[in-house]
């Protein structure tokens, strides 16, 4: 079994007065063929070196006899001795063998690293080590960009509010996991990566399966899955401390220390970390903070526990606004813009702000019932807190407002104030408020594998999760008035609320979940095959405080259950040594989201909610020599009866929402990737992705009825054969990692985009002669970076530096279309000019 290529990473130091060289190949026993990317190291030292496509490995000792440690991800540790004297020794053939305990810590009940020129996916992994040198400043995500079928943009700017789309499908149809545990919202799919600003710190692999993935439960994964896995008790004795500074402000410092696998079989690691800055974006300004800890026991062969518990508080500033390419180029701040920010008494004061906590525990229990059968359960929680500014009242924030410091000038919240003040008892006309999105998740992920032949592997496994998220708006500011007034709540219709007090609405939406998976997977020779079948019930329930008396039974609904499943397929063939090919195919249903069944805001049951339809197939090769790999893949994904609802007025003035069937999409590409390295220095990689997306027919003829079945609208979207928008379909990237100096690297990487179309939601779609929707300009990026390692005190120590656009492109990253269909149109956002960062780590 081989892991994919580069999973791992130790930087090669070579020490000056050497002894000898020590050279060796690192077979995998069950491939019976090279592990490239396996660690070899001296014991007791940091000399080490990795194995390349060839499982080679070459280093330099300054001792004459010793041990080797060689090991690698989900592999048993080999040590072996050696002996050199001012020569070569060859150890020859070096044979790791997987280690079932070690490969538990890492697939966690519903999820798998595919395994390469194994499982039929197409998948990209990124180490602990990339990541540490190239995150820098960037947003999490952003450590993605260079994978094709991935787009991640900062979006509006601020601290955590990344985007990422994969295949052109929106962040909440990608499943997003964190050690195999879930982290989509349960109510909209989405996932807020400010939550897990934090990550980069602890993050050991990050896995990126686009397409069907090898998730085993009915996770919304149609354009793909991301799992990230953290450190564990793998971890080596020792740690760590760093700092980090870069523009606008950017100051980051942190420490990690583990105290590895004790001979009493515990384990633990802790790390932490604070990273504050103003922003690129005008009005930004953050302060995060991240807490890691995993604390593990092994009982016996048996028996092992562990625990894991991490979360990342932060707060920032946003720019919640896209803005006229006009706008940005009036404003003597340029593409910084912001206009959701101010003054108050003197101090920067956030109109649009971002505050959360979501820690998030896990208890993992790995039972080896026998050498046939394995039992991994994992039981969590997850308690959120936090929300979201803004304001409400009169809007005195326009840009060219008299509450402005001048034309496209923060906002005067000083003069905002005086008015406050001056209306007395009449209470504030305008106040700063906070939705909140708190919640409370648990939940349980079982999975039982066991061989009923040597070549057959059955599994199966039950997915539960409880979730309360609870919604309500707060007064955070009255802005110097004496209370606001609200008439919100039915049961408190004259609220005159202070800080703190819920106003405008206040409701829970429960969601429960249950799921199961029954899987059979072939592996014979170059032959692997599987076939998987999962199933999951949905349940929804909305609680409405505001909207419905205490004493309404309407007030709390009946649950409502959509019933989900997905049957999929795959195989992959070794017809060589070098050469493979893959396939696979998969139909699921998705449940609706939950705003697709409740409308209108309120109780109101949609009856015509149907599940989203999605087929899929896949095909690929690979290719893998010493010195060369290359992927190759092509994909097709139908996403039939997409959930869309239309908003309309009854005769009687009343908000009226429908859903809309039989809006669908095609999404199909080309995508490859390869890396090249023609010496142990020098590594060239590169992708490809080309896309065709587009919604694939008109939606015409669609009548709307009331509750009393009276015609009140008919719907006609214009979108057949319209591009589907948000993400470049055709991206491009070169890259190359250099050491042109012993222990210092030199790295670059450019990407290339284009075939871009800006956003639109379909219902905008109801003019027949409407054009095409506008095409954004192509752009280029590139991003440099060095890597420098010496001892320092004795210390091993990094030094890392990057630079992101290079060149200070000036580029439209995110846009949604105007009722022109053009540029003077579109709202945009741009993406960040030339940003910087630098760095220094010491281990111990």
Request: net charge negative; charged share 20%; hydrophobic share 35%.
């Amino acid at each position: 079994m081989r892991k994919l290529l580069l999973l791992a990473m130790l930087l090669a130091s070579a020490t000056i007065f050497a002894q000898g060289t020590i050279t060796g190949t690192v077979i995998d026993s069950e491939m019976d063929g090279p592990l490239p990317g396996a660690n070899v190291k001296i014991v007791g030292t940091n000399t080490g070196a990795i194995t390349d496509f060839d499982g080679k490995f070459s280093l330099s000792a300054d001792q004459a006899t010793g041990k080797l440690e060689i090991s690698f991800v989900g592999y048993e540790t080999k040590v072996v001795d050696f002996s050199v004297s001012g020569g070569t020794q060859d150890l020859g053939r070096i044979v790791l063998s997987p280690d079932a305990d070690a490969l538990d810590e890492i697939v966690v009940t519903s999820y798998s690293l595919a395994i390469d020129r194994k499982t039929p996916v197409a998948v990209s992994t990124i180490s602990a080590a990339e990541i540490e040198t190239k995150i820098g400043n960037q947003e999490f995500p952003e450590v993605l960009k260079s994978t094709p079928g991935v787009y991640a943009n900062k979006s509006g700017g601020g601290f955590g509010d990344a985007e990422l789309r994969m295949r052109g499908f929106e962040g909440e149809n990608i499943a997003v996991m964190i050690n195999g545990v879930p982290v989509n919202d349960m109510e909209n799919g989405r996932v807020y990566w400010s939550n897990w600003a934090g990550l980069s710190d602890v993050t050991r692999t990050m896995q990126t399966q686009r397409g069907l993935g090898a998730a085993k439960v009915a996770v919304p994964s149609i354009g793909g899955t991301v799992n990230v896995v953290t450190k564990s008790t793998d971890a080596e004795k020792g740690g760590n401390i760093y700092a980090a500074t870069g523009n606008d402000g950017y100051t980051k410092f942190g420490a990690t220390v583990s105290t590895g696998k004790m001979e009493n079989g515990l384990a633990a690691t802790v790390s932490a970390s604070k990273t504050t800055g103003n922003g690129y974006v005008d009005g930004t300004e953050f302060t995060g903070y991240n807490y890691f800890v995993n604390i593990a026991k092994k009982f016996n062969d048996q028996h092992e526990l562990s625990f894991t518990a991490f979360g990342a508080p932060q707060r920032h500033g946003q720019r919640q606004n896209r803005y006229l390419i006009q706008t940005y180029r009036e404003s003597e701040r340029g593409i910084k813009f912001n206009g959701d920010w101010g003054y108050y008494n003197g101090q920067v004061t956030h109109i649009e702000d971002n505050f959360y906590h979501k820690p998030q525990m896990s208890l993992n229990h790995f039972w080896n019932i026998n050498e046939k059968t394995l039992l991994s359960t994992a039981v969590y929680a997850s308690f959120g807190t936090g929300g979201g500014g803004g304001w409400a009242g009169d809007n005195k924030f326009g840009l060219n407002s008299d509450y402005r410091q001048g034309y496209l000038q923060p906002v005067n919240l000083d003069m905002i104030a005086q008015e406050n003040v001056a209306n007395g008892a009449d209470g504030s006309e305008t106040i700063l408020r906070a939705s909140r999105n708190d919640h409370n998740w648990f939940g349980a992920l079982s999975t039982l594998s066991t061989d009923i032949t040597e070549d057959i592997e059955l599994l199966a496994g039950v997915d539960l999760r409880y979730y309360k998220g609870k919604h309500f708006q707060e007064v955070t500011d009255l802005l110097g008035g004496q209370y606001w007034y609200d008439d919100s709540d039915a049961n408190n219709p004259v609220n005159l609320a202070q800080v703190g007090d819920k106003i405008s609405y206040w409701n829970d939406g429960i969601v429960l979940w249950e799921g199961g998976f029954l899987q059979a997977e072939y592996s014979k020779s170059d032959f692997d095959a599987f076939v998987s079948l999962a199933a999951s019930n949905t349940s929804y329930k909305r609680v409405d405080y505001f909207n419905y008396l205490d004493s309404d039974p309407n007030q709390e609904t009946d649950f409502y259950n959509f019933f989900g499943y997905q049957i999929k397929g795959g195989a992959n063939y070794n017809f060589t040594r070098s050469s493979g090919v893959f396939a696979n195919i998969g139909y699921f249903e998705k449940a609706p989201f939950f705003d697709s069944v409740f409308l209108n805001f309120v109780n109101d049951v949609n009856p015509d909610a149907e599940n989203q339809k999605i087929f899929s197939v896949e095909a690929g090769y690979t290719f893998r020599n010493d010195k060369f790999r290359a992927n190759v893949n092509a994909y097709r994904t139908n996403w039939n009866d997409r959930s869309l609802t239309y908003s309309y007025n009854n005769p009687d003035g009343s908000l009226g929402v429908a859903n809309i069937l039989g809006v669908n999409a095609l999404h199909q590409g080309l995508e490859l990737d390869f890396e090249y390295r023609p010496t142990d220095e020098l590594s060239i990689t590169g992708f490809g992705s080309f896309g065709d997306w587009t919604w694939a027919d008109d939606v015409t003829g669609v009548q709307i009825f009331d509750e009393e079945q009276n015609l009140v609208d008919e719907i006609n979207l214009y979108i057949g054969g319209d591009k589907v928008g948000g993400q470049p379909q055709t991206t491009a990237g070169l890259g190359f990692d250099y050491e042109f100096l012993e222990d210092m690297r030199l790295r670059a990487n450019g990407n290339y985009f284009a075939d871009f179309y800006s956003d639109f939601d379909p219902v905008s779609r109801n003019n027949p002669d409407a054009v095409e929707v506008w095409k954004l300009p192509a752009f280029a990026t590139l991003d440099v970076g060095l890597t420098y390692d010496f001892d320092f005190g004795g210390f091993k120590t990094t030094l890392n530096a990057n630079v992101y656009n290079l060149t200070n492109t000036e580029y439209i990253a995110n846009a949604q279309n105007g009722l022109g269909n053009d540029a003077n149109t579109a709202l945009v956002w741009y993406g960040f000019e030339r940003t910087w960062t630098v760095g220094a780590k010491l281990n111990f």
